[in-house]
């Protein structure tokens, strides 16, 4: 077991919120279709001025006040997102300017969805290893500004917000049970931003083809996502010698209610004990799994010596899972 402890959470949503029937009225779709198809009803817009970073700074200053802790504490900033303030330098060294920082270590972890697990696996390295001894983890967001608002199939689905936590050296039987991680890089163009990278630098046509915006294969992230999530999930459950029985909380990355229901039941964990907050702030990407976890806290679902099981799935493909004992 890596002796691992989540000492605060905090989140960052924006006020804005935007409906399924706000949607109706921006393209061809219907509430009935989102909410059948996905179990969104509404999703949060960051402001025209906002970054990923103002929301990933404000969330790990909550995250520490919620530990006991100020931000010039930390040693390490990881920031998973895929809505990057800048191509540089990382979301990571803009959320540490904000915060008034000079000296930690900073930086992006680019695994989609999966990014908060991924920055929570390497926090949990660099603890044991002794280079760091609190790290924030972030996970962070503004997909509405790499969104194409014209394209039904996924302007309906994301959402903007950030997630955090401040994980430190566990003590007793608490910590990071087992995890599990990876990745499959041949199928990375069925998820992905085309243009703006050194693969196709931005240039007038790029912009009138919305080459800046998400493109997806939904149907094919769907059947990956539901496999992954389960696998991994069962897989790190498997290491740290735990059934479903005695899981508490089972806490997917918000995508869809239907990858989430299926992976729920494929890893075998009541319906009850699956924390969804996906109808409120939609895909999150990187956030859905953090903003979950505070919020289950806030309700009380978290308790000492709790259970829980964080599963995710990402373009990449990426994906990880990990078992927590609070
Ligand atoms: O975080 C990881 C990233 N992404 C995901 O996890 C997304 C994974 N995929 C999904 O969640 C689902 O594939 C979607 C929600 C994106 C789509 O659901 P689906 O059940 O796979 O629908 P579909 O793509 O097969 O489309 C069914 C129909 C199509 O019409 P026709 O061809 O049957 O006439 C679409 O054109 O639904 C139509 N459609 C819509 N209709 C109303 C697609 N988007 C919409 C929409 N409103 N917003």
Known sequence: ?????????????????????????????????????????????????????????????????????SPGDLDAIIVGTSTTDTLFPSTACWVQGKLGLHGPAAFDVSAGCSGFLYGLELAGALITSGSAQRVGVVGGEVMSKVVNWEDRSTCVLFGDGAGAAVVTAGVGGSGVLASNWGADGTLASILYQPAGGTKRPATHQTIDEHAHTVHMEGNTVFKHAVVAMSTAAISAMERAAITADDVDLFIPHQANMRIMEVARERVGVPREKMMVVLHKYGNMSAATIPVALHEARREGRVQDGSTL?????????TWGASVLRW
């Open 1 to 69: 077991m890596k002796s691992l402890k989540i000492v605060g959470t905090g989140v960052s949503l924006p006020s804005r919120v935007l409906t399924n029937a706000d949607l109706e009225r921006m393209v061809d779709t219907s509430d009935r279709w989102i909410t059948e198809r996905t179990g969104i009803k509404e999703r949060r817009i960051a402001d025209e001025g906002v970054s990923t970073s103002d929301l990933c700074a404000d969330a790990l200053r909550s995250a520490c006040d919620d530990a006991g802790l």
């Open 309 to 317: 099981v964080l599963t995710a799935f990402g373009t990449g493909f």
